[in-house]
T-cell receptor, first 110, second 111 residues
Framework: SQQGEEDPQALSIQEGENATMNCSYK?????LQWYRQNSGRGLVHLILIRSNEREKHSGRLRVTLDTSKKSSSLLITASRAADTASYFC??????????FGEGTQLTVNP | SQTIHQWPATLVQPVGSPLSLECTVE??????LYWYRQAAGRGLQLLFYSVGIGQISSEVPQNLSASRPQDRQFILSSKKLLLSDSGFYLC??????????FGSGTRLTVV
């Protein structure tokens, strides 16, 4: 299956530090998306990177994609307590199918 | 832009009772619609998807069913809930213009 592997499963940092989350996948993708979820609520789309892109930025977020290694990373710079949430790496494959990873629980301590 | 309305936000139901969760979409037409379930501390699992009225595909065998009586309405149902049906259910839609949008979710607890 296209289940994504995400690491770490949990990450605890201090406010102001950077947070890096990684995601790997097994088969080819159309694009890879990162979502954020607060305490079992709806998902918020953060950023989408297409398979022919290597890096994208959005505010304090930076996403990289290495298709040769089938991996992606999400970097949140200068983290804030409000960044505390679960972050999901989501792969979109042919047929517009989405596959979610297990997620990384990020805790930013004030 | 497209928006999704999903209700209720929380639901506590006894084992063996029926279930009906509704999801409606605004701001677009002919979307693909999806129901996902998230078990505690896990990623989301696709349960059903629909590419049009009356067209439902099931991803995993289970105690649930889905229906799409109108273009922008997607319903998740069960005749008799099991304890294992507890979880967080998300409705999503996708269109070529707006991509994916997720609802706010329903937390179902079967007791």
């Amino acid at each position: 299956s296209q289940q994504g592997e995400e690491d770490p499963q949990a990450l605890s940092i201090q406010e102001g530090e950077n947070a890096t989350m990684n995601c790997s996948y097994k088969t080819s993708i159309n694009n890879l998306q990162w979502y954020r979820q607060n305490s079992g609520r709806g998902l918020v789309h953060l950023i989408l990177i297409r398979s022919n892109e290597r890096e994208k930025h959005s505010g304090r977020l930076r996403v990289t994609l290495d298709t040769s290694k089938k991996s992606s990373s999400l970097l949140i710079t200068a983290s804030r307590a409000a960044d505390t949430a679960s972050y999901f790496c989501v792969k979109e494959t042919s047929g517009s199918r989405l596959t979610f990873g297990e997620g990384t629980q990020l805790t930013v301590n004030p | 832009s497209q928006t999704i309305h999903q209700w209720p936000a929380t639901l506590v139901q006894p084992v063996g009772s029926p279930l009906s969760l509704e999801c409606t979409v605004e701001g677009t037409s002919n979307p693909n619609l999806y129901w996902y379930r998230q078990a505690a501390g896990r990623g989301l699992q696709l349960l059903f998807y629909s590419v049009g009225i009356g067209q439902i595909s099931s991803e995993v065998p289970q105690n649930l069913s889905a229906s799409r009586p109108q273009d922008r309405q997607f319903i998740l149902s069960s005749k008799k809930l099991l304890l294992s049906d507890s979880g967080f259910y998300l409705c999503a839609c996708r269109t070529p213009i707006y991509g994916y949008t997720f609802g706010s979710g329903t937390r179902l607890t079967v007791v």
